[in-house]
């Protein structure tokens, strides 16, 4: 655990709309940046900046719950939605955490990132690993 905890910003609560369901063919064609977001874009800085990443089904990720703590997860097969983050409308993916916890988190938000070497030197240097 880090010796200080980042308090979770406000605009990071669960959205005032409910989300919707998003199709295999809309999801295909959706982009939540100028362009669909690869280990090859930039990757963010700190942990809490949004990042335009596409997620699939299976894919290892780290989510930041609503009290502000990380977990590893994984995206589930479950369908993919969209709603308002917290600049536009984006996707929210399935992930289950702690072994049976399911819920949709946005990378736009900055609470779901990959599981990468970059990410997890993030989580090191914030005192999460």
């Known amino acids: 655990?880090?010796?200080?905890?980042?308090?979770?910003?406000?605009?990071?609560?669960?959205?005032?709309?409910?989300?919707?369901?998003?199709?295999?063919?809309?999801?295909?064609?959706?982009?939540?940046?100028?362009?669909?977001?690869?280990?090859?874009?930039?990757?963010?800085?700190?942990?809490?900046?949004?990042?335009?990443?596409?997620?699939?089904?299976?894919?290892?990720?780290?989510?930041?719950?609503?009290?502000?703590?990380?977990?590893?997860?994984?995206v589930t097969g479950h369908t993919t939605r969209k709603g308002q983050t917290r600049e536009k409308e984006g996707l929210f993916y399935p992930v289950v955490f702690n072994d049976k916890i399911r819920k949709y988190f946005a990378p736009l938000n900055g609470e779901i990132k990959p599981d990468t070497l970059h990410v997890r030197h993030l989580l090191k240097d914030a005192g999460w690993l």
């Open 1 to 74: 655990m880090p010796s200080v905890r980042r308090s979770p910003r406000s605009s990071q609560s669960a959205p005032t709309t409910p989300l919707r369901a998003v199709s295999p063919e809309e999801l295909e064609t959706w982009s939540d940046g100028d362009s669909d977001a690869t280990l090859s874009e930039p990757q963010p800085a700190d942990l809490d900046e949004p990042w335009a990443y596409t997620f699939r089904a299976g894919d290892n990720v780290w989510v930041r719950t609503v009290g502000g703590n990380w977990h590893s997860g994984r």
